[in-house]
């Protein structure tokens, strides 16, 4: 928000009517403060709603003015209240606003899914562990969306006894215990953020997710769109990722 010359010469004007020394009274002083305090309120919440700035890659980077994102919102929540507490779900301004508008179509597209985000990367960025990447922020990780035993959406359970959800095993028929793999809810995920960040001049740079499950997203009525938009990742990662997708969004930096 950028205030005119004029806003800030009637700024000036009005702060100076408040000398203790001037004509006014101290009860006039106590009027003019009311009046002013939520313009200056408003200027500073402005200010410190800064845009991100990202540095270097996604695996040697780091981050300036990192954006929390909510804990929870109308159809999806964080993977830990723990992890949050410990400052590891910033992610870049754009990447935040890219994934809030993403899950905001998915309510009217997919009203009857849940959606779970996961590790991001720290305010600052820099190294994150146990990841390779997650510097700048620019990497997120998704926890796969899941059916039960009666087909309803439910998500992921995350919690410290299986390392927050990174340590659950999909096999490669997409079922851990009572959970399925909803690869229709993964799909349409991943196009609300293409097409957000197409929407907002930018791009998704990669998706990693196991190769072997691959297949059963272009199965989907999106495999088409993201046949054609999404990079997927070709070969294994270091560690398997099954229970999650990693990813990369394209947005420059410095």
Known sequence: MKISLSQRTSLSLDLSELNPGGKFGRRQQSCHMKKLLPILILFTSVAVAEKSTC??????????????????????????????????????????????????????????????????????????????????????????????????????????????????????DGTYEEFTIDYEAMAAHIVALHKESIKRGYDLWRVIFDPQLQPNLFKTKHGNYLAKNIQFSKTPSWVRHDEHYHVDFAIPCK
């Open 55 to 172: 540095y270097g890659t996604t695996s040697d980077g780091r981050l300036e003015n990192g954006v929390k994102l909510p804990a929870s919102g109308a159809n999806f929540e964080g993977y830990s209240s723990i992890a949050r507490a410990a400052g590891r779900t910033y992610v870049h301004s754009h990447v935040s606003e890219i994934i809030l508008a993403g899950y905001k179509d998915l309510e009217t597209t997919n009203p009857d899914k849940v959606f779970k985000y996961a590790e991001t990367g720290f305010e600052e960025g820099g190294q994150f562990k146990p990841h390779k990447t997650h510097r700048n922020g620019l990497s997120v990780d998704f926890m796969v969306s899941v059916i039960d035993k009666t087909g309803k959406s439910v998500h992921l359970p995350t919690h410290p006894f299986n390392k927050f959800g990174y340590n659950i095993e999909f096999g490669n």
